[in-house]
């Protein structure tokens, strides 16, 4: 009979060794977690510049000193799921700050937390609406005739539909984690909710509740995101920066504003069931969404592990525009990796700021016409390499 | 008082009639249980069998002693008269035998599938049987009672009360069946994890940090849990589940508007009502503010 070979007094020792650690890391972690902690999230001083109903926008300094100052202003519109102010997580891993210090005039909306009254507020009110009112309050304040337009996930989409519907007064497009073409099984969310009952939920809840959707979200991993996170959490709760990022970035996960009903209502309906946008056949207002009247540069960011909105839902974009300066850049990482992680905040922003500044002038539009690129590249590195298109300085007042 | 006198008193007393009586009705119920049903208990056949053969001899010890107490055998017309009793009974209890067994012998049959083994990774065909059996039995047994069409004055409020209690069973069902699916996963987890360990034991390979064993075993939930939640068993439970929490919920508050009602405040359904004409007439605001070439900019502006 073979004899296994358990090395039982290894296992053993390791044990007492692991409870000795554990015991040392508890009554450290006693004085991490009593003490003093730093928790706090969207330090970046702002001002509000603007004000309509729940939706604010946020206008932040730039370093005015820096080189090569952006004339065009900068808007960022986030998702109405989860808070903008994941852009500006912690000192040390804020796009915003990297925004700021190479000289971008950045703006950012802050769509609040809808109440019950918001609940009729459709996507034409946010992106015919909120929107095209704040866009119009930039140019008019800057007086130029053009806005760039970043959108992030879900404010992507909205960005994109914008820029189909106004391009008259977008100058450049970046699109981070967007979903637009909702036709793939490869993200569960997709497959999930391309049978959901949406009225019901509606008609139940008027908006959607954040916490429902931060409930979904877990259980899409349940494994890592409600087990292993917490274990990964007790494991270092000694390390007092670590116990700060963790806390920080718990605050902004279920810091999650309601969703208004009817806009949750059309995005599941013509995006995740009907796939209306990348066909250009959905409807805003009355008007089509048009992807081919969609001319300005884009540069459109995913992450190759996104598990929310995977890389089959962003990557048909840049075939779908009008537009002949598109690049795709698939980051090696998951769908907040892209602006948290302190490798690909290294690649992410500055990669921005470096296309946004190439198309800072007049007539990038006509350069971008004569050369016709459109690029994929995959990065793990940070950004060095230029597109090669000379950038034009002066701006049309 | 002779002897022979105390013996018929003693003979005629109630207590022989009774005692005949009793065993009579005990064993005349044994008939009508399961043997008198055969096809409710076939299952359980060989386990009931051996307890009705039991229950069969001790009556019948029973029997004889009574027999042998009363030599007289025939009571009083009272006594027979009593003797028809057992019988009404009996004939009552066997309908009420049948369906409680029925509905019992349901649940333990497909209750009997959960302990089965289910194959690692494989998430199709999940074993919810046990979840059907109680929706079944409540569909078919309870349910109805909150059907039964109310009357009067009051029938709107008692239908609707009836409706979120209605609603509010089948969510529990549907609640418990999405659990026991979660759940799942960790359980297969924890088999494959031990035949790894086993595996890995008898080649003298098993780790020794504890931090290995839980990635290993992470690592498994993490590849069962992807397995189901793209399984259509999963994705059919997720959308009844939330299905069924839609609907209790819309029933509680169309219950809860009926309370409110009596009350002075205003529902969630008037303020719905409010917020629609206020959206609508915003919105007519703004198409007029459009025509007269007033910018919104203009009032929202910080200044």
């Not at chain 1, 809808?114 to 929107?131: A, E, S």
């Not at chain 2, 009639?17 to 208990?41: H, I, R």
């Not at chain 2, 035949?195 to 690592?219: F, S, V």
Request: glycine share 4%; proline share 4%; aromatic share 10%.
């Amino acid at each position: 009979m073979d004899s296994t070979k358990i090395p039982l007094d290894l296992i053993l020792e390791k044990m007492a060794e692991d409870a000795e650690k554990a015991q040392q890391r508890v009554s450290k972690a006693a004085e991490v977690l009593q003490g003093k902690l730093y928790t706090e999230l969207a330090t970046t001083p702002y001002d509000i510049v603007y004000e309509e109903d729940r939706v604010k926008v946020k206008h932040y300094t730039r370093n005015e000193n820096a080189e090569n100052k952006l004339n065009v202003p900068l808007l960022v519109v986030y998702a109405l799921i989860n808070r903008e102010t994941m852009l500006d997580l912690q000192p040390d891993r804020s796009v915003v700050k990297t925004f700021l210090e190479s000289g971008i005039d950045l703006y950012m909306v802050d769509w609040g937390y809808p109440k019950r009254k918001d609940r009729f507020l459709t996507i034409n009110d946010h992106v015919n609406g909120y929107m095209n009112n704040i866009i119009d309050f930039i140019r008019e304040k800057h007086n130029v005739p053009k806005v760039n337009l970043m959108g992030i996930c879900m404010g992507g989409s909205f960005s994109v539909m914008y820029s189909a519907l106004h391009p008259d007064k977008i100058k450049n497009l970046v699109t981070t984690v967007t979903p637009s073409s909702f036709d793939t099984d490869k993200g569960l969310l997709h497959v999930w909710m391309k049978d959901i009952d949406v009225d019901g939920l509606i008609k139940t809840y008027g908006n959607i509740p954040g916490d429902l959707m931060n409930l979904g979200f877990l259980l899409l991993n349940p494994a890592r995101l409600m087990i292993d996170k917490y274990v990964g959490f007790m494991e270092n709760m000694d390390n007092k920066d670590f116990v700060e990022n963790f806390v920080r970035m718990e605050r902004w996960i279920f810091d999650s504003p309601d969703v208004p009903g009817e806009t949750f209502r059309q995005f599941v309906e013509d995006g995740y069931k009907k796939n209306l946008l990348i066909q250009s056949k959905m409807y805003l207002g009355g008007s089509r969404v048009d992807l081919k009247k969609l001319t300005m540069p884009l540069l459109n960011f995913y992450g190759e592990y996104d598990h929310l909105v995977p890389p089959e839902a962003c990557n048909q974009l840049t075939k779908a525009v009008g537009s002949k300066d598109v690049e795709d850049i698939c980051l090696e990482t998951g769908h907040i990796g892209i602006y948290v992680s302190s490798k690909f905040q290294r690649m992410f922003a500055p990669k921005i700021v470096q296309w946004l500044r190439e198309r800072d002038g007049d007539d990038v539009a006509a350069v971008a016409e004569k050369t016709k690129t459109r690029r994929t590249v995959k990065k793990n590195q940070p950004v060095k390499k230029k597109t090669g298109k000379t950038p034009k300085k002066g701006l049309r007042k | 008082m002779t002897e022979e006198d105390q013996k018929a008193q003693f003979n005629e007393s109630s207590i022989f009639p009774w005692m005949q009586m009793a065993t009579d009705m005990w064993m005349n119920m044994a008939k009508t249980m399961p043997s008198g049903s055969p096809s409710v208990l076939n299952p359980q056949a060989a386990l009931q069998n051996r307890y009705w053969q039991q229950l069969d001899t001790h009556l019948n010890l029973f029997k004889s002693f009574s027999k042998m107490m009363n030599p007289k055998e025939g009571g009083s017309a009272a006594a027979g008269a009593a003797q028809a009793l057992p019988e009404v009974f009996l004939k009552i209890a066997k309908t009420g035998f049948d369906t409680a067994l029925q509905i019992q012998n349901h649940l333990l049959e497909k209750a009997g599938k959960i302990g089965k083994r289910t194959e690692a990774y494989k998430f199709d065909n999940l074993d919810q049987d046990i979840f059907k059996a109680l929706n079944e039995i409540y569909e078919k047994e309870i349910q109805q009672y909150f059907k039964i069409p109310p009357l009067g004055l009051t029938r709107f409020y008692q239908e609707r009360i009836n409706e979120f209690l209605n609603k509010h069973n089948i969510f529990e069902t549907a609640l418990a069946e999405f659990l026991f699916i979660l759940y799942l996963p960790l359980e297969k987890s924890f088999q494959v994890f031990q035949e790894k360990l086993k595996a890995m034991a008898e080649e003298g390979k098993i780790p020794t940090a504890t931090k290995e064993n839980y990635a290993m075993w992470l690592k498994i939930l993490e590849g069962h849990y992807m397995n189901l939640f793209k399984s259509a068993d999963y994705t059919e439970a997720l959308h009844r589940v939330l299905k069924n929490f839609e609907d209790f919920m819309i029933a509680r508050n169309e219950t809860m508007h009926d309370y409110l009602q009596m009350l002075p405040v205003v529902t969630t359904k008037d303020i719905d009502d409010l917020y629609k004409e206020f959206y609508l007439l915003k919105k007519r605001v703004q198409e007029l503010e459009k025509m007269l070439g007033i910018s919104p900019n203009a009032m929202n502006a910080k200044k």
